[in-house]
């Protein structure tokens, strides 16, 4: 095709007229045909809409410690130390004068010097009579974080803030007892400043520009992170970023890690220093993943250390493997020690026991766990869709293990049509996903993977790497299951049902579309190329809604992931299919759901490599369902509406 001007099309062009023809209708409707917009969302939907009510709750608590804890906890939507470890040293000073609170959780933050023991814990201010020392003050910022005006600092600014200000009187005590917990805070800094620049002067100019070069690609590769150095913010998160990502490219000017590239040592600031050493750590003890387990907080050697640690009491309690013991210091060389033993470890704890991550969508932080053994929930969830997937497919036994096995001995019916679908692994992908739906009691269940196998077959044999990173995504699917009575979150209709799901689904095809190229050799049109470290275990959402624009309007507040591998011609691919459940109220899901959707996500992942098996022996097994058509029909029970059908109609966040 050609342009207007008559020159051949751009490749982005062409990819964008793509999408455009197969976009997904909205509400029965053809992309472009309504006169107003069709998603309407509320104005307290959102983050901003949970900030202005968290602050509500806080001005209105009697007292300044009941105050602060709901800030702290977003009024329960987050747990509390996160929101501890992202306040500045003069904030942490702070609260903890004022109301004996600190991350380090009783250690030399909590040692009598307090408020909390001196009688103001409430900010009081002092004797009766006695003025207050200095009034301070209290408050919320649009990022989620608390701030708090200290003696040395400004006004607070109202126009960064999400309300007003709650006043807070400092009483002699208070005051006192802040000078000496700023005064440790900032030895403490000192000294680990110190510490850092001496281990990187220790890795010489190469090893340094080898250590931003690791931190620059997982800002690249990882998904949106906001950490702080005191006031400074380093993120690839939306708005301005100052971090390779989403929005920076490599060696982008305005990358903070860009910058330091082929820079003397004496020449970064104190934060680069602890930026680039904390980085380093939390990768070389798990991969790019644990950064994400210092979202929202302060990144200090000191918070490193503390996640290092419970990491390392979670690992050794899993029996079996060589304990991994405490480091002797927390400088830097003993964490550096301790993170790439606790990478070794990691290895035989993955295979004793099940890890996880916590996702609190509200701050993006995420915290590894590692899952205690199935118990009675996980296991009436299971027998629930392997009931039902026996009814409904040719498989015969009393775990997904043994439908697995007996699938594995007659696998030829999966590239044959079975039921309405053209395909029996279209129709297991189905059934699997309509039956996590009613075992689990989501709202909605998914489940995602590559339309042609034996397109994917036939690029590997050939190497053609640039071929697969070509492929947009309309080259994957995802069937999105929801339940009927889901309509009742958006507005009891059965066609917005119906639009939430193809969304889902077209979301989820991106997905896909991200992490396939993350399995492939390091090419240069494969490095080239937009794409995320592929997932490898399961991971719970609590109150997602928040800050993703798809969560906020199709309801994703509780959600499990359980993304699973499969092999292709000999190659395995990370992350290439998921089970995801999802609920938009209620109750979220726990640990025991987790530990039952890995196993349903493990079947289907083993049902996918059967039928990639059958692909490489010559099968031209496609997958042909669950585009935006066949969505549609399927929730509303009815071919496409007409437009008329449809007048007045709005979706609504709930």
């Not at 200290?150 to 999400?162: H, S």
């Not at 624009?549 to 299919?577: I, K």
Request: glycine share 10%.
């Amino acid at each position: 095709m050609k342009d207007s001007a008559g020159r051949p099309e751009s490749r982005r062009a062409v990819q964008a007229r793509k999408r455009i023809s197969r976009r997904p209708s909205r509400l029965g409707l053809p992309a472009g045909s309504t006169a107003t917009p069709d998603r309407v969302t509320g104005a307290d939907a959102g983050f901003p809409g949970l900030l202005r009510r968290v602050w509500r709750r806080a001005a209105g608590a009697a007292d300044l410690r009941s105050a602060v804890e709901v800030l702290l906890t977003l009024d329960g939507h987050v747990p509390g130390d996160v929101q501890l470890r992202a306040l500045n040293s003069a904030e942490q000073a702070a609260l903890t004068a004022l109301c004996g609170l600190s991350w380090r959780d009783g250690d030399d933050g909590d040692d009598g010097d307090s408020a909390r023991d001196s009688g103001g814990g409430d900010g009081g201010s002092g004797g009766a009579g006695e003025p207050p020392a200095f009034r301070g003050e209290i408050g919320l910022a649009a990022s989620g974080r608390i701030v708090v005006r200290t003696p040395d600092a400004r006004p607070l600014d109202p126009r960064d803030l999400v309300g007003g200000v709650r006043r807070v009187p400092w009483s002699r005590a208070v005051l006192a007892a802040y000078r000496r917990e700023l005064e440790r805070a900032r030895e403490r800094r000192d000294a680990s400043v110190a510490d850092c620049r001496a281990w990187l002067a220790g890795q010489g100019p190469e090893g340094r520009d080898a250590l931003v070069a690791q931190a620059r690609e997982a800002a690249l590769r990882t998904a949106p992170f906001v950490l702080y150095q005191e006031d400074t913010q380093y993120t690839n998160f939306r708005g301005r970023n100052t971090l390779t990502g989403k929005t920076l490219w490599p060696g982008h000017p305005d990358c903070a890690l860009s910058a330091l590239h082929g820079l003397p040592l004496e020449l970064w600031s104190d934060h680069d220093v602890q930026l680039v050493v904390c980085l380093t750590l939390l990768i070389r003890s798990a991969g790019f993943g644990r950064v994400e387990e210092a979202n929202g907080t302060q990144l200090t050697v000191d918070h490193v250390a503390y996640t290092l640690e419970r990491v390392r009491r979670a690992y050794n309690a899993v029996p079996g493997g060589e304990p991994v013991p405490a480091p002797a210091s927390d400088r830097v060389v003993d964490l550096d020690r301790l993170a790439v033993a606790l990478r070794e470890r990691r290895g035989s704890v993955s295979r004793d026991a099940q890890l996880y991550r916590e996702i609190h969508g509200a701050l993006m932080h995420k915290v590894e766990r590692v899952a205690s053994p199935p118990g009675a929930v996980a296991r009436a969830r299971e027998s629930a869709v392997v009931e039902q997937l026996r009814a409904r497919l040719p498989l015969a036994g009393d775990t997904l293990a043994g439908l697995g096995r007996d699938l594995a001995a007659d696998p030829g019916w999966l590239a044959r049509p079975h039921g309405d679908f053209g395909t029996g692994l279209e129709s297991l992908v189905y059934e699997s996903v309509a039956a996590a739906v009613t075992a689990f009691g989501a709202d909605f269940a998914m489940s995602r993977g590559m339309r042609s196998l034996p397109g994917l077959v036939r690029a590997l044999r050939g190497e053609n790497w640039a071929e697969i990173c070509d492929w947009d995504i309309t080259h994957f699917f995802c069937c999105v299951v929801p339940r009927p009575e889901a309509a009742a979150h958006f507005g009891g209709s059965e066609a917005a049902l119906a639009d939430a799901a193809w969304a889902m689904s077209s979301r989820m095809q991106y997905n896909s579309w991200h992490f396939v190229a993350g399995n492939l050799p390091k090419a240069p049109e494969v490095t080239a190329r937009d794409h995320f470290v592929p997932p490898v275990i399961p991971d719970v959402a609590f109150f997602s809604d928040q800050h993703h624009h798809g969560h906020v309007n199709n309801n994703v507040r509780f959600s499990v992931r359980s993304p699973q591998a499969v092999e292709v011609d000999g190659r395995r691919f990370d992350g290439f299919m998921d089970l995801r459940l999802l609920r938009c109220a209620g109750d979220p899901f726990g640990e025991q759901d987790v530990l039952a959707a890995h196993r349903v996500s493990g079947f289907v992942a083993r049902a996918t490599s059967l039928a990639a098996r059958l692909v490489a022996a010559g099968s031209a097994l496609e997958v042909t369902a669950f585009d935006s058509a066949w969505h549609w029909a399927t929730v509303t029970g009815r071919g496409p509406a007409r437009s008329d059908s449809l007048a007045g109609q709005v979706r609504r966040a709930s």
